[in-house]
């Protein structure tokens, strides 16, 4: 079965530090990989994608994320967190083998503390 | 430009009636999907339309879940018999085009607590 698993339920980082919020994939077809962010009382956001080409890609507010085809994984990253980043961050894929379906993983709870 | 927006925000159903959830999408979006969010845990997906057919529904948990969308636009997600396992937060989400490549806009959720 097509899944999404981000393997750290919270991840803390002082400001101005960088970070990475982690996410793999099971391995079925070509996958799209999303990044989404929930902030409190509020809709999930999109941040960046991954569809083909180059493995580094720049989303919103200084994210990137790099996709690692050997490893599966889709790692989420910024060179230097902001408190404003504190949020819930949720990993998503969506596989050609199935085409509507999206799995998105449980989230991580990012905490950027000053 | 308006985003997704989806009504009730709330709703409270006793165990056994029937909940109609709604979901207006961005205009020009013509997919459309609904979820289902656990406390602490990612969305589940249920069902997903191109205009106004359904062409997953893989994830509605049972038949007592049916969604509609007739015209293409406004969606209805409709729960009969609710139970409490139904408690969860239920998104809709939409998307300009049919391709995978592209991302979803999220409404805020319905939080639907069943009695």
């Known amino acids: 079965a097509q899944s999404v698993a981000q393997p750290e339920d919270q991840v803390n980082v002082a400001e101005g530090n960088p970070l990475t919020v982690k996410c793999t994939y099971s391995v079925s077809g070509n996958p799209y990989l999303f990044w989404y962010v929930q902030y409190p009382n509020r809709g999930l956001q999109f941040l960046l994608k991954y569809i083909t080409g180059d493995n580094l890609v720049k989303g919103s507010y200084g994210f990137e994320a790099e996709f690692n085809k050997s490893q599966t994984s889709f790692h989420l990253k910024k060179p230097s967190a902001l408190v404003s980043d504190s949020a819930l961050y949720f990993c998503a894929a969506r596989f050609n083998t199935n085409a509507g379906k999206s799995t998105f993983g449980d989230g991580t709870t990012l905490t950027v503390k000053p | 430009g308006a985003g997704v927006s989806q009504s009730p925000r709330y709703k409270v159903a006793k165990r056994g009636q029937d909940v109609a959830l709604r979901c207006d999408p961005i205009?020009?979006?013509?997919?459309l999907f609904w979820y289902q969010q656990a406390l602490g845990q990612g969305p589940e997906f249920l069902t997903y339309?191109?205009?106004?057919?359904?062409?997953?529904k893989s994830g509605l948990p049972s038949d007592r879940f049916f969604a509609e969308r007739p015209e293409g636009s406004v969606s209805t997600l409709k729960i009969q018999r609710t139970q409490q396992e139904d408690s969860a937060v239920y998104l809709c989400?939409?998307?300009?085009?049919?391709?995978?490549?592209?991302?979803?806009?999220f409404g805020p959720g319905t939080r639907l607590t069943v009695t």
């Open positions: 205009s020009g979006h013509v997919s």
């Open positions: 989400a939409s998307s300009l085009g049919f391709a995978l490549s592209y991302e979803q806009y």
């Open positions: 339309f191109q205009n106004e057919a359904q062409l997953d």
